[in-house]
């Protein structure tokens, strides 16, 4: 029996898209193809996939005003912010420009009769199972490298933002790269399952739950099929006694809630030095209660719906749990919180370690605020976690920050910014948040494998 998959727009909570998952036979298949085209297109010279690949990215910053609405029936985003195109254009630039040096083989010695080398090499099929809360920037940051080292690439999308797929195929398709070598598909767990455990792919990238990647482990076991994992996320802000408070404030603020809270790398918990606590609050306070809650085709909505109400669900949870234990919330609810996907964001303090609003994952416009006496203790509070994505340090000192992070266990630190991904670093993590690295050059040694040639002439 053919099984269906649907998107349900959060905005009214109708179906917006649905499209039939592939029978296993046939997703067999169309990996076949994937294989077979792979070849070819890893025998093309570096400098024309860098060039198909870039007029596939320009393909989809063109279909841009079309997009923007569709990405708001799927998921939630207002049109205001104007959806991806700047984020993902960076991303893909970024990885084109550095590609042929990432990618360049590594020269051991070249004399007389003995010439030795390195070379990278594509691994072959690239599965990416890219998530729904940013889908362009999160699928191309996989894409474009894995497309551009010589990988074909088999693309499979949440169920909330169905249409993406379909969306980047066509684009890149239309741009010249062969239907074999980029594809999008549309499968359920079962099937999804059976091809990683057949060995269907010779990598795989997955960002989502830390369930999902435990999922994805399972099926790889024993095929020794290498995987990238972004999982979940807890990332904390430390506010320290010399930060600039407005900039502070204004930021991590905007961290916690932009896109509703459902960020990779959005802010989940704030620590602020004794003396800037009140004033933290107070100006937090005011910057969320000025925010309008609505639908997120408004051109003024500030902030839209949850993507799911079952997310919402969990948010609400999470904060009547922490009120009940004692922790305040400082946001009114909201006229046009709905009890459903439409959430009012809230800010909360008096919270403490011991309520999962502050240690699971919320992915959603809430943010706990602790006070906290010290750098020590600061430390402490974010390295008591289960996850490591990124941290946030505010402070004019960059001595000072910079002896800080070497102490916090996380994949990146910032220093006066959050929730950004710099495509020249390496976008990686450790604990539960999961394992490998993306973009930079880091991205290119992970998307291949090294190859060493040792040739020597004949005596």
């Known amino acids: 029996m053919t099984k269906t998959i649907q998107c349900i727009s959060p905005i009214d909570g109708s179906v917006f898209a649905e499209r039939e998952a592939l029978a296993l036979d046939d997703a067999r298949a169309l990996t076949a193809r994937s294989r077979k085209a792979q070849a070819a297109w890893a025998a093309r010279p570096l400098q024309e996939r860098i060039d198909l690949v870039m007029a596939g990215v320009a393909a989809i910053g063109a279909l841009n005003a079309e997009i923007v609405p569709e990405l708001a029936h799927q998921m939630g985003r207002p049109v205001r912010y104007g959806g991806e195109f700047g984020g993902f254009n960076e991303r893909a630039s970024h990885m084109s420009a550095i590609a042929k040096d990432a990618l360049a083989d590594i020269a051991v010695s070249s004399e007389a009769g003995l010439k030795r080398y390195i070379k990278r090499v594509p691994h072959g099929v690239v599965f990416v199972v890219a998530p729904w809360n940013y889908p362009y920037m999160t699928a191309i940051n996989t894409v474009a490298p894995a497309l551009i080292a010589g990988n074909a690439v088999v693309l499979k999308h949440a169920s909330q933002t169905l249409l993406v797929g379909e969306r980047l195929a066509a684009a890149f398709r239309t741009a010249g790269v062969p239907e074999d070598v980029f594809q999008n598909v549309f499968l359920d767990h079962?099937?999804?399952?059976?091809?990683?455990?057949?060995?269907?792919?010779?990598?795989?990238?997955?960002?989502?739950?830390?369930?999902?990647?435990?999922?994805?482990?399972?099926?790889?076991?024993?095929?020794?099929?290498?995987?990238?994992?972004?999982?979940?996320?807890?990332?904390?802000?430390?506010?320290?006694?010399?930060?600039?408070?407005?900039?502070?404030?204004?930021?991590?603020?905007?961290?916690?809630?932009?896109?509703?809270?459902?960020?990779?790398?959005?802010?989940?918990?704030?620590?602020?030095?004794?003396?800037?606590?009140?004033?933290?609050?107070?100006?937090?306070?005011?910057?969320?209660?000025?925010?309008?809650?609505?639908?997120?085709?408004?051109?003024?909505?500030?902030?839209?719906?949850?993507?799911?109400?079952?997310?919402?669900?969990?948010?609400?949870?999470?904060?009547?749990?922490?009120?009940?234990?004692?922790?305040?919330?400082?946001?009114?609810?909201?006229?046009?919180?709905?009890?459903?996907?439409?959430?009012?964001?809230?800010?909360?303090?008096?919270?403490?370690?011991?309520?999962?609003?502050?240690?699971?994952?919320?992915?959603?416009?809430?943010?706990?605020?602790?006070?906290?006496?010290?750098?020590?203790?600061?430390?402490?509070?974010?390295?008591?976690?289960?996850?490591?994505?990124?941290?946030?340090?505010?402070?004019?000192?960059?001595?000072?920050?910079?002896?800080?992070?070497?102490?916090?266990?996380?994949?990146?630190?910032?220093?006066?910014?959050?929730?950004?991904?710099?495509?020249?670093?390496c976008w990686t993590a450790c604990k539960d948040t999961g394992r490998g690295g993306g973009l930079s050059v880091i991205g290119y040694h992970n998307l291949t494998r090294p190859k060493s040639y040792y040739l020597k002439k004949a005596q």
């Open 190 to 425: 079962e099937t999804t399952g059976a091809l990683i455990s057949e060995g269907a792919f010779d990598f795989i990238n997955f960002t989502g739950s830390v369930n999902g990647g435990k999922a994805m482990e399972r099926a790889a076991a024993g095929t020794f099929t290498g995987l990238g994992l972004e999982l979940g996320g807890k990332d904390p802000g430390y506010v320290m006694d010399d930060a600039d408070l407005d900039a502070a404030v204004d930021a991590l603020i905007d961290g916690a809630m932009f896109n509703s809270g459902q960020c990779c790398c959005g802010i989940e918990r704030i620590y602020v030095a004794e003396p800037l606590f009140d004033a933290f609050v107070e100006k937090a306070v005011a910057i969320v209660k000025g925010y309008k809650l609505g639908n997120p085709l408004d051109p003024e909505t500030t902030l839209g719906p949850m993507a799911h109400v079952r997310f919402a669900q969990e948010v609400r949870s999470q904060i009547a749990d922490a009120v009940a234990a004692g922790a305040k919330a400082h946001i009114p609810t909201f006229d046009t919180d709905d009890g459903g996907a439409y959430l009012t964001p809230q800010i909360l303090t008096d919270v403490t370690h011991d309520m999962r609003v502050m240690r699971e994952e919320s992915f959603g416009p809430v943010v706990g605020i602790m006070k906290v006496r010290n750098d020590d203790e600061a430390v402490a509070l974010m390295n008591d976690s289960d996850f490591g994505l990124t941290a946030s340090l505010w402070t004019k000192d960059m001595d000072r920050a910079e002896a800080i992070a070497n102490r916090i266990e996380t994949g990146t630190v910032y220093m006066n910014r959050c929730d950004y991904l710099d495509p020249a670093l």
